[in-house]
């Protein structure tokens, strides 16, 4: 598990190598003109460091999410050594500017993975190193990875609990304040955020994130 998590960057395989280009306007997936653009316009700041894109399946959040992280990352590794060739697989450990990318069910899971590690540990049946490994790469998502996808924010509900909010909450707190940046994509309109999550946190993203919704299309059935 925590090889599969340490070596790479953890974007799907199919959008390793996406860059803006790659969303079509038009065509078969009826890529919005205005998302095309907005998505070119964002860029991260301390004081606004989030990009929530928000909309129905199936159109082009993941691929966005991803491509905006191959974008800023090109934009702000060197050239030089540090530079990560297109094509080419390095640790988040490795890269100058580290970025990441994980779904949200698989954060939360992986939180409460290192309580039963630690629960392990202190009974004395499990490596505490494979626990320190674990504590450390959770610990740099939230204080050293500079730009972190949160895919899907809203799929993990359906195992809601005070745990998985606390946690989501503490990781986008814990980003703004050391100034990094995060990009989420959600089916959830963020008008329900604070029914789903909280008052406080719907109003922290609405003030620290720029928010980019997706057309509708005829049939779809939530209004965004
Ligand atoms: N405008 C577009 N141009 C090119 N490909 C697109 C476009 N919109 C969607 N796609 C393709 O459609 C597929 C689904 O896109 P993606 O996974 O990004 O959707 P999503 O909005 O994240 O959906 P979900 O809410 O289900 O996660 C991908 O293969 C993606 O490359
Ligand atoms: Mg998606």
């Known amino acids: 598990m925590t090889d599969r998590i340490l070596v790479g960057n953890g974007i799907p ?3 390793r190598f996406a860059f803006y280009d790659d969303y079509k306007e038009g065509g078969k997936h009826h890529g919005s003109v205005r998302v095309a653009k907005e998505i070119r316009e ?4 301390v004081s606004c460091p989030g990009l929530l894109l928000v909309g129905g399946p199936g159109k082009g959040k993941t691929l966005l999410a991803s491509a905006a992280l191959n974008e800023l990352q090109e934009h702000h590794s060197p050239r030089g050594i540090n530079r990560i060739p297109r094509g080419e697989r390095l640790s ?4 100058k500017w580290p970025v990441y990318f994980v779904q949200m069910a698989e954060y939360i899971e992986l939180q409460l993975q290192m309580m039963k590690l630690h629960d392990g540990v202190k009974a004395g049946w499990r490596d505490p190193e494979e626990l320190q490994e674990l504590e450390n790469f959770l610990q740099n998502l939230k204080t050293r990875v500079k730009l972190l996808v949160l895919d899907d924010v809203g799929k993990e509900h359906r195992t809601a609990s005070r745990f ?3 946690n989501f909450d503490l990781l986008l707190r814990t980003r703004f304040n050391n100034g990094l940046f995060t990009i989420i994509t959600s089916n959830l309109p963020l008008s329900q955020w604070g029914n789903e999550y909280s008052n406080s946190m719907q109003n922290f993203i609405e003030r620290s994130f720029t928010v980019i919704k997706f057309p509708r299309r005829p049939g779809d059935r939530i209004l965004y």
């Open 164 to 166: 998985a909010i606390d």
């Open 92 to 95: 988040y450990r490795q890269m």
């Open 42 to 45: 964002w860029w991260p700041t």
């Open 13 to 15: 395989a199919a959008f």
